[in-house]
Every structure is written in structure tokens, then in C-alpha cells.
């Protein structure tokens, strides 16, 4: 399994690459943190200022931040790419956590795609307490963004995908005076319970993504120049 400092090294050398391809194609090299943006960075991006929550989380080298929910998918979908019997109810396409390391509009991006297949469907698997509604899927921005980045790594990508909600729940734990206690990885367990809601990302959409992408990447740029040297 491929360590932390073994991944930075090798992004870094597929950073360097990619911007040698930009530089020759004639752009300029727009300067970001971590040299790349990812889903998060992107589509948390609101409107108005950049935010000082939003430089904590997303400037400097400790920037990187876990929940126990957060945990908790991360060891379903592990569990689902080894074939585990607890969570074999899920639906999945056959391809776990591909990669992609792609050229934004001159903006690296990284992105890991939950599952997909050879013809490039993709199924974006939320494993939370709270339901996703239809409403909240057809707003999802990580959906606009994997459609296009699996359009530039491959040049071609379905227009039909889809989220798979999967309940998780986890105990209200309590101690001595009726002090609520942090619940851990460990407290989550599944429901059984899981929809899976379909959804049609147009190439309008995914321009609009390709937008979005370099607008960010700019403001991210512009104030990292005025407040980077904070953080």
C-alpha cells in the first residue's frame, strides 16, 4: 500500500509534468497551496470573500482534516473494494477509487472517483446519518466535477450517473452527569437501508464546472497573495 510521503512524491512529479504541458501549450502556472485543487477545495468555494474557515482548511501543509463519519465511509468503501459480506447489499460499478490527475483549463485538478466502469459511468457513494434527498443530489457539484474530469482523462464520460445514499447510525453516548461523548469510527455501524438516486450531468454542466474550476483557481491565487504568508 502505497504510504503518505510515497504519494506526495509521486503527485508531485505528475505536478511538474503537467505544468510543463501548460507552459508549453503557452499558459502561465496559476499558483494554488498545494500546486492542485481537489472536489472539496472547488465546490466548497461559496460566493463573496474566501473565508478564514476556509483558508484553515484548505492552506498551508495542516490542512487536512478527519472525521469519524468521514472515517466511517472510508472504511465502507474499503470494505466493499475487498469484498466484505456486511457490505455487499451496496450497489457499485466494478472499478474502486480510480484516480484522476487532470488539466482543468490550465488548473490541475485531483479527484478520486468512488466507482465507475470501462464505458465511464460513475456511482458517488455517501455513506452518512442524513438522507440525501433528490434536491440536495441534483445540486452536488462533485458530481459536475468527476463528469468532467473523466471527459478530460479519457475523452469521453456517460451523461447518466448516479449517488448512492447509505444510512449510517451510530449510538447518542453518554457519561457521568448526562455529558454527551464524541462518538468514534467505531461508534458507526449501517442500517441497512440505501437509495440510489440517478442523475443526468450535460455538457453544458460540465462546462460550467470547467468555469467554476478556473474562477476559483484565481481567487484562491489572488488571495493567497495578500494572506498566504498567514498560514
Known sequence: METYPEKKARLKIALD??????????????????????????????????????????????????????????????????????VEFIPHLPIFERELFVNVRGVPVLMYIDTSNENNRFCEQKTTKTRWTEAKIAKHEQLDLYSLGLQLADGFVEDECSLVWVEAIAPIVTRGMGLKKFTTVDDYTLSGNFEETPRTITQEMRDAMADKVLRVAREIEEDLAAVGHLY
Not at 474557515?53 to 475487498?82: C, I, L, W
Open 17 to 86: 509534468k503537467m505544468h510543463a504541458e501548460i507552459i508549453a501549450a503557452g499558459g502561465t502556472i496559476i499558483n494554488l497551496p498545494k500546486g492542485y485543487l481537489s472536489h472539496s477545495s472547488i465546490t466548497m468555494r461559496g460566493k463573496g470573500e474566501i473565508t478564514e474557515s476556509y483558508r484553515k482548511q484548505y492552506y498551508g501543509e495542516g490542512s487536512f482534516f478527519s472525521t469519524p463519519p468521514m472515517e466511517f465511509g472510508n472504511k465502507v468503501t474499503d470494505a466493499m473494494e475487498h469484498g466484505e459480506e456486511w
